[in-house]
Structure formats: C-alpha cells, structure tokens
C-alpha cells in the first residue's frame, strides 16, 4: 500500500492543498518610482502593460510654496498622464531629503520662531570618528511644524482622496546628531510624532490607501523599544498600509528591525509596497556575487514579505529597451 495512503493522504489531496496556497499568493502589481517632473519623461515604461501605475515623490515645498497656499498642479498633471493610460497614481509626500542642498520645506517653516528651523541635518559617519551633514529630516516632533506638515495632509485629502490610488508617508529611519540636539528630539517624541502624522493621513484619506514607510527607528534595534511592534500593531486595527523604501532580500539590518514584521503581519495589513530604487539595484546576491534580479527581488517581496505593489526605479534593468 502507497504510504501516502496509509496517512489517509492522497496525491489528489496534495495537489488540491498545493493550489489552494498558491492561490492565496497573488502576485505583486508593478509600479515606476519616479520623482516630480519626471514622469513624462517615462512615458514608454508607464505604458507597457506589466505596469499598475507609478509612485512619484512630490516634496513639502513644491506643494506648499507658501503659509496655506497650496500649489497641486505637479499631481495634476501626473494624475492625467495616468488616468489617460488606466493607470493607478501613488504619491509619496517628501519631508526628508537626502543632498546638502535640498532644504525643500517651505520658507515660512524654515524662518518662522515657532518652528525652530524646520530641518536639522541628516548625518553620515564614515567611520572616522565624525559626522558630516549629507541631508536633512524635517522636525516632526515640533508641534508647530506637524501641525503645517498634517494641513498640507488634510488638503491633499481634500482635493485627491479617491483619485489617487494611495498616498505614502516616507521613511521612518533618519540619523541626526542626538547628543548635540538642541530642538527637543527625543525618541518618543518622533515616534508619536509619526504615528500622528500618519492617523491624521488615514482619517483625511477615506478611499485612497494610506502607507506608512518603516524600515528603522532611531533609537531601536531588534523592536526593543516595541516601535515597531506598536506601529505594526497599529495598522493592523486601523487599516493603515506599510511599506518601505528598499527590497533586498534577507539583508541583515532589515532582518532585524522591519522585514520579520511584515512577514508576521502577512495578509493582516490594509496594503504592503514596497520599493526598489537605484541604490537598492546596487545590491548584490551573497550567494550568486552579482546583483539581485528582478525574479529575486519579486520572489522575497511576495513569499517573505507579503508585498502588494513594487515601485521600481526606472533605471531597473528589466525595463531597459
């Protein structure tokens, strides 16, 4: 007798449980990633038929060039392009920057005494025992700067919720120099600063998907705070999406802060995306010694992570010519 049998465990039975889980896996849609002022210069890619839509990042400034006066018409124009083709619009509402130069809030918010300078510089340690300035991370934790930071919010809302397909708060990570802050960081603070901001995107946006970020907390490491636990747990009960700026497979820092979490909250999140930008396409394959592919890249976001849309860097190769 087949031992299969004799466990009351048929071939049949197999294959029928085999396609009942893959069934329950579905494939991750596809999206570009692109910044403002770029998405007409994608048109071709934006066409093919293996993509959704796109995710375009859109900063402070642009939106808000001055006190409770908004300027949409960047997110109109790409929300026609889009709408044209039958494809889904993803905004990323940028308030941290990754360059010097770019201080991309508005004015008002840089000069005004109640907000405390707006921005304080992002850090780099190379290794040799100091910190350079390599960008910058807007204070959230300054109630006067969330308080402009959720209008800005509250009037995208307004104006797109339901006609864009989801709207993302960036990432959680940021690095500034603790020991030297003088603008009332702490830890906490950011942290429900954060989840602030992103309960007051979700009840503006009552149709649109709300996402939410998260790859680090300062401050935390291996959830021994429980950010990311409260946060996860958080989005779980109120509908909010999660997501992240990087896909790489089991890397190690990400193994030990958000990836573990998304693969526990698989299926119980409102929506999952993630991204695949240029630095992410750098990365390469411990096992193979050359950069991951799109086939690995996809695979890990959808069996591990539980991954519902991929925004791709344009210049991934797979959607070369």
């Known amino acids: 007798m087949n031992s299969l049998t004799i466990f009351g465990i048929t071939a049949a039975t197999i294959f029928g449980l085999a396609t ?6 579905q494939a991750a849609e596809n999206f570009i990633y692109t910044g403002n002022g770029d998405l007409a210069a994608a048109a071709a890619i934006l066409e093919r038929p293996d993509i959704a839509g796109a995710q375009v990042v859109y900063n402070w400034r642009a939106l808000e060039p001055k006190k409770g006066e908004y300027d949409f018409s960047a997110i109109e124009r790409d ?6 083709l039958g494809k889904k619009l993803f905004i990323q509402v940028q308030d941290r920057f990754f360059s010097p130069e770019a201080r991309n809030i508005p004015d008002y918010v840089l000069e005004g005494a109640e907000y405390g300078g707006g921005l304080v510089p992002q850090l780099d340690n190379p ?11 807007t204070m959230q934790w300054n109630p006067a700067v969330r308080a402009r930071y959720q209008e800005l919010l509250k009037a995208l809302a307004t104006r ?9 708060l960036p990432e959680t990570a940021i690095d500034i120099d603790m020991k030297a802050d003088q603008t009332g960081f702490s830890c906490d603070a950011y942290f429900d600063a954060e989840l602030e901001n992103l309960t007051t995107a979700r ?13 680090f907390w300062p401050c935390e490491w291996e959830n021994d705070h429980n950010y990311m636990g409260r946060l996860f747990e958080r989005a779980a009960a109120s509908g909010i999406g999660l997501g992240g700026p990087d896909i790489v497979p089991y890397r190690k820092g990400q193994m030990k802060n958000s990836y573990p979490f998304f693969n526990q909250y698989r299926g119980k999140l409102d929506f999952v995306g993630m991204a695949v930008q240029e630095p992410t396409l750098t990365y390469k394959n411990d096992k193979t010694g050359k950069p991951f592919t799109k086939d690995e890249f996809t695979a890990f976001a959808t069996d591990y992570l539980g991954v519902d849309a991929i925004f791709w860097s344009v210049e991934s190769p797979w959607l070369k010519p």
């Not at 797109?160 to 993302?168: E, K, S």
């Not at 009840?203 to 998907?209: E, G």
């Open 20 to 25: 009942a889980i893959a069934g329950n896996v």
């Open 79 to 84: 929300l026609e392009q889009t709408g044209k």
């Open 127 to 137: 290794g040799e025992g100091k910190a350079e300035a390599y960008g910058w991370t």
């Open 160 to 168: 797109f919720d339901g006609q864009v397909y989801g709207v993302n």
């Open 203 to 215: 009840q503006a946006f009552s149709t649109s998907k709300v996402v939410q970020y998260v790859n």
